[in-house]
């Protein structure tokens, strides 16, 4: 009797477990429904082990997380780029790159804070202002190939993953 008691209990909590996960995948593909690249939101999502147990405030977070650590992974490249250019209108335009992201850091950091708070049309500006550092780093670069393209698309996509999540949080 107790083995068929403690086989019903197995059954019962892989079933409860598994629902739990396809919940929480479900709450994923909501929370990116918005997006601009779903596929990008998704996966940068599902790629935080965090965000299995996470409602729409805790993707939120963590897509703000995900978005402050790719700008400083850019800030720090194009630190590097920096030292390395002797051209003197490269050289400009990857300092106004750095102003650039040093802000939109800020405004990341600002809208977590406003996030925590659920103040999410502050969430939603701040981060509509961070999204702009990348498309601001490419305009110095017009007379030249910019060296961050990619870099610069990759940080807006974690933005964008923010926007979409922190607007589904909201209710919009």
């Known amino acids: 009797m107790k083995s ?45 082990p965090e965000s299995k147990k996470a409602d729409l405030n805790g993707l939120a977070r963590i897509a703000l997380k995900l978005a402050s650590t790719n700008g400083n992974k850019v800030q720090n ?30 405004q990341i950091k600002n809208s977590a804070t406003a996030l925590a708070s ?13 999204m702009s550092a990348g498309a601001s780093c490419e305009e110095g670069f ?10 610069n698309s990759e940080f807006g996509s974690y933005c964008g993953t923010a926007l979409a999540v922190t607007n589904k949080a909201s209710g919009s």
């Open 4 to 48: 068929i008691t403690s086989f019903c209990f197995v059954i019962v909590s892989a079933l409860f477990l598994n629902q739990i996960n396809t919940a929480t995948a479900d709450l994923i593909t909501t929370a990116c429904g918005t997006a601009l690249d779903k596929k990008f939101c998704e996966s940068s999502l599902r790629s935080q």
């Open 77 to 106: 490249q194009v630190s590097q780029l920096l030292k390395k250019e002797s051209d003197k209108n490269r050289k400009a335009a990857l300092r106004d790159c750095v102003e650039n992201y040093q802000s939109a850091l800020e």
């Open 118 to 130: 659920k103040l999410y049309s502050d969430v939603n500006t701040w981060i509509s202002a961070a």
């Open 142 to 151: 017009k007379s030249s190939q910019s060296p961050l393209t990619k870099s």
